[in-house]
């Protein structure tokens, strides 16, 4: 009896609730699952057909989307909080998951990643004029944001790692994955802050999972 993470492991959100329990140090199963098109059983289970979904067998229950399932982990496995208990900092961090979820992850997702990664997965020819384009124009706005937050801050908010800063950095691996990473002179703090969050073993297990897969399917020199 234990848990079960439903998705890809190339979702920034699949990935979000995998760092999520690996900063809890709880186990988990994941199973893959392509939603395209959903199985009917998965449905039951998202009804919005996304990724990822959770299931706890231990307590028969069923959720889907990053957001809750993380909210609902930190009920259950209290330890270490990954959400602040400052109202404030409470607030800031829902905030900055927000951000990191919302237009953020779908200017990265379906601006670079799907055309210079998911395209090519799908036999497909890179679309680097696209992706490029949106590196240059859509994105920057986006990381200056992020770079006047961060300041001289080791963390987005408070003093530990939270969910704050697993919401945002785990987009900027599909960045990575896609060829990209922000400009590091026109963004130091940003680049410095994206560095020591993807060095913590919770990111970089998944990172290396996740070139060492793209690296053999892409047939991409390692």
Known sequence: MG?????????????????????KSVPYTLENVNIFPAPDWFID??????IPALKDEENDF???????????????HPEPALYPTDPKDFGRALWFEEYG???????????????????RL???????????KVADE??????????????????????TLSIADISVATSFINFSHAGFCPDAAAFPKL????????????????????????????????
């Open 191 to 222: 680049t410095a802050y994206l560095k020591r969050i993807h060095a913590r073993p919770s990111f970089a297990d998944c990172i290396a999972e996740e070139t060492g897969f793209l690296d053999k399917v892409l047939k991409r020199a390692s």
């Open 122 to 132: 799908m036999g497909k020819d890179a679309d680097v004029e696209t992706a490029q």
């Open 138 to 159: 859509k994105l920057p706005p986006y990381f200056k944001y992020l770079e006047g937050e961060i300041g001289d801050r080791e963390f987005l908010v408070g003093e």
């Open 3 to 23: 848990l079960i993470v439903y998705g890809a492991s190339l979702s920034p959100f699949v990935r979000k609730v995998r760092v999520f329990l690996a900063e």
């Open 62 to 76: 069923t959720l889907a989307d990053s957001s809750a399932i993380c909210a609902y982990l930190e009920k259950t």
């Open 45 to 50: 289970i998202s009804p919005l057909k996304r």
């Open 101 to 119: 979820d919302s237009e953020m992850a779908g200017h990265i997702g379906m601006g670079t990643f799907r055309p210079m990664v998911v395209s």
